[in-house]
């Protein structure tokens, strides 16, 4: 039998653990992590539709899409990028165009292409250390998800069993998720910070989709905690419950 206690501890472990496995399911598939506030001037300039163009038929590139990114509002996300670039009208040229908002996103080849000291020049040689926080940001989400979905299988075997026993591996889990989590939050924020230090940004913001993430952080570990004294309480009462029968 489960006392009322742990048996309500893993209740708000297991719904914490939800919401923050939905928040970061949706900061991980939407690309509002950073926004870039660009001058107006530039979504009137000629050649904004055809940075536009370039951004999203154009070969892969860098310097190529950080540049269109810094001047036409863009923003960046784990496997998005976007801009925001005037309508075209074909009939006429209008005074206030309104603005479309146009996403490509990263294969998963080009997550792993090497990043360069001075972005989009080959011939400056590999930074290593932008190349494996890049790799490591949209990494570390997908182990962190895999994780709480593992420990999930292991929760249900656990109900299916009648047994609080693994509620323990359920908890170290969850802790490791909840590090994995914070890990990529930090990893995108040191290789935005390296790359604004070889290129020349405009100004730009945290988006919402990096705060998600930060907040799953937290609570995979408080339901980690909570998964944690229960099964430690429950093993010490279990314990000293048979040292009594014993006795």
Partial sequence: MVDNRYATALVIGSVLSLLATVYLSIAVGTQHWYQYRSPPGNHEASNASELREDFINGEFDEKTYSDTLFRLNGTLGLWWRCVQAPGQSHWFKEPDPKMVTQCVSFTLPQQFVPKYKDPGNHNTGEDVLRTYLWRCQFLLPLVSLALVFLSGLIGVCACLCRSITPTLCVGVLHLLAGLCSLGTVCCFLA??????RVSVPPDGSLGWSLYLALISSPLQMMAA???????????????????YRVA
Avoid at 191 to 196: E, N, R, T, Y
């Fill in 225 to 243: 905690a909570l998964f944690l004294w229960a099964a430690r309480s429950h093993r010490q009462n279990y314990t000293r419950m048979t040292a």
């Fill in 191 to 196: 290789g935005m910070d390296l790359l604004h």
